[in-house]
């Protein structure tokens, strides 16, 4: 069964950690096995269709990751690929997380606006047949480590329901703080933030 997360090739020659961050660079903390420019092409396959896997399971009109809009961007993306033996030589994508600093108009508790640049949580995506296995969880708390940030400082672009639920069963986040944009944050936001973010 080749589903939409496998892929022909051996992603563990591109993607040597569990988890690799990338950023617009596309260019893996850990120096892939294969060349240089047969990584990057591989990469981006790796990103495209991650990024179809995700839009589609959200529903979404369109993707909103892909290699290319990771080129112009400065989000970070967390991949996680599957490290188990039968994956061995050829690889499979579980999932993946996309993160980035945006400048936001953020309501307070009082309804006034508060100008601030929070880490944003923009796409994250666990395969169908992987879910509640805990893989969103090892993936999610990987990148809150390697960002130094915490939870409730985060600000969600349209979370659907099974991320609100995850939210809530894994850190406890319950109460957001109303907004009359598209991101929702939770109590505890404005709460010992480091300067500015
Ligand atoms: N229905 C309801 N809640 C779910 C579901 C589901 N099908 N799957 C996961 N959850 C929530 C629940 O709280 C669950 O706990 P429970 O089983 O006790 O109810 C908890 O997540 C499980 O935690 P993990 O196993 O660590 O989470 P998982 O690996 O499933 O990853 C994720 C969570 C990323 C939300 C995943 O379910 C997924 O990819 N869903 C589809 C895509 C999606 O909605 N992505 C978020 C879009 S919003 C955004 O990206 C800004």
């Known amino acids: 069964r080749v589903s939409t997360m496998e892929f022909h090739f051996d992603v563990h020659k591109i993607f040597l950690e569990p988890v690799t961050k990338l950023d617009s660079s596309l260019i893996p903390p850990r120096r892939p096995l294969i060349s240089s420019s047969e990584a990057q092409k591989q990469i981006m396959t790796v990103i495209d269709e991650i ?27 967390y991949i996680l690929k599957d490290c188990t033996p039968e994956t ?17 108009f953020v309501l307070d508790q009082k309804g006034s606006h508060i100008e601030a640049e929070p880490l944003c949580i923009l796409d994250f995506y666990i395969h ?3 879910q509640r296995h805990g893989f969103g969880k090892e993936l999610f708390n990987y990148m809150l480590r390697n ?3 915490e939870v409730q400082h985060v600000a969600i672009d349209r979370p659907s329901e099974k991320f ?22 939770f ?9 500015s973010v």
Do not use: C, W
């Not at 061995?88 to 936001?104: D, E, M, P, S, T």
């Not at 703080?177 to 991101?183: G, K, R, S």
């Open 51 to 77: 990024g179809k896997a995700s839009a589609k399971a959200q529903r979404l009109p369109a993707p909103i990751t892909s290699a290319s809009r990771m080129q112009i961007n400065k989000h970070h993306l």
């Open 88 to 104: 061995a030589g050829r690889g499979v994508v579980i999932g993946f997380l996309k993160v980035g600093y945006k400048k936001l």
């Open 128 to 130: 169908e047949s992987l």
């Open 147 to 149: 960002e130094q940030v």
């Open 164 to 185: 609100l639920s995850f939210l809530r069963k894994h850190y406890n986040l319950r109460s957001t703080i109303p907004q009359v944009n598209n991101f929702v944050v």
């Open 187 to 195: 109590e505890g936001f404005f709460r010992d933030r480091k300067a």
